[in-house]
């Protein structure tokens, strides 16, 4: 643990995530009239709650996970790079408006991402379908539909699983939320090592 913490703070500037690397042919999906080289997702870190991090109590604690965290705005590659990072964020602050406040001002024209539910309402978001309250079932095309899209955003989802795993070590120690930031930007870097992206 003590080799993880030094390994950090030797290397808190290895950073090599650079958003630019999805522009890539070969992991491009065409959807209407859209491009998509991106899934997009946010993801909660545990922290400890503290007055210094600013914000109050409710802000700090996810209803959606029952603890104390903050979130980070993660973006892959369809093939599973991280290219993307964007955060620490209190829950007040919703994701399609993270979203659209950074990520999506950087995107292409017609460039648009694979998002969840927590997205819909945004045309460059390409989301799950919603259930209306006048519908009982989804149509076979509905359900084909969703199949798809889920199937495209498991990448995000895998890696920010693997994210995860990875900043439990730090969930406790990172009471400054900037050193909470440095580790998440750490343990993206080693995510992309382990999976063979600085090569």
């Known amino acids: 643990m003590r080799g993880i913490y030094r390994a950090m703070e030797k290397y808190q500037f290895f950073d090599f995530i650079d958003l630019d690397r999805r522009l890539n042919e070969g992991n491009a999906v065409y959807f209407k009239d859209w491009i998509i080289f991106l899934a997009v997702d946010t993801t909660d870190v545990k922290i400890r709650y503290s007055k210094d991090h600013g914000g ?3 802000q ?3 209803m959606k996970n029952h603890q104390y965290s903050v979130k980070f705005e993660t973006a892959t590659t369809m093939s599973g790079e991280i290219v993307w990072y ?3 964020y209190f829950h007040n602050s919703a994701d399609i408006t993270i ?5 999506q001002k950087m995107l292409g024209r017609n460039e648009g991402v694979f998002a ?4 819909i ?5 390409i989301t799950p379908l919603k259930k209306r309250s006048s519908e009982i079932t989804f149509t076979p095309d509905q359900v084909a539909f969703n199949d798809l899209v889920s199937g495209y955003r498991a990448v995000v989802e895998c890696i920010n699983a ?3 795993a990875w900043m439990i070590l730090f969930c406790f120690k990172g009471k400054d939320l900037v050193f909470l930031r440095k580790c998440f930007v750490f343990i993206s870097n080693l995510v992309n090592l382990k999976r063979g992206y600085l090569q």
């Open 99 to 103: 979203f659209r406040n950074h990520l």
């Open 162 to 164: 693997d994210l995860m």
């Open 86 to 88: 964007n955060g620490p």
């Open 121 to 125: 309402g945004e045309d460059q978001c």
């Open 56 to 58: 109050n109590r409710n």
């Open 116 to 119: 969840d539910k927590a997205y």
């Open 60 to 62: 700090q604690f996810s």
